[in-house]
């Protein structure tokens, strides 16, 4: 069974900096999708960025690209996020993702409902 868990999140101010960690543990396949999401307060569970493992391709939402990268140690199962450049309207939970079923496409890596096994989420709040 997959477990995800996330780490790294906490109070920043605005233009601030923070790296997210997800710990994977129970991958039996080599491919699949895996990313991050985040939900604020009273809004819908959004995709942030993804990656396929089968080409490595990644995509990232418009709201966070130049400020965001994601990075893999796959020796060690872990899938970061860096977030550069934050706003306050970035604060919300912030889950780690992934999908082994082969059903996520390239035009759809930041579904969130296309994504079946999820962390614990970890709180990132933007304010000063």
């Known amino acids: 069974q997959v477990q995800l868990a996330e780490s790294g999140g906490g109070l920043v101010p605005p233009g601030g900096s923070l790296r997210l960690a997800c710990v994977v543990s129970g991958i039996t396949s080599d491919y699949y999708a895996i990313g991050w999401f985040r939900q604020a307060p009273g809004k819908e569970r959004e995709g942030v960025s993804s990656v396929l493992t089968s080409d490595g391709r990644e995509a990232y939402a418009d709201f966070v690209k130049g400020r965001f990268t994601m990075s893999r140690d796959n020796a060690k199962n872990i899938l970061y996020l860096t977030m550069n450049a934050l706003k306050a309207e970035d604060t919300a939970v912030y889950y780690c993702?992934?999908?082994?079923?082969?059903?996520?496409?390239?035009?759809?890596?930041?579904?969130?409902?296309?994504?079946?096994?999820w962390g614990q989420g970890t709180q990132v709040t933007v304010s000063s």
């Open positions: 993702a992934m999908n082994t079923d082969g059903f996520v496409s390239r035009a759809r890596m930041l579904v969130p409902h296309l994504y079946n096994d």
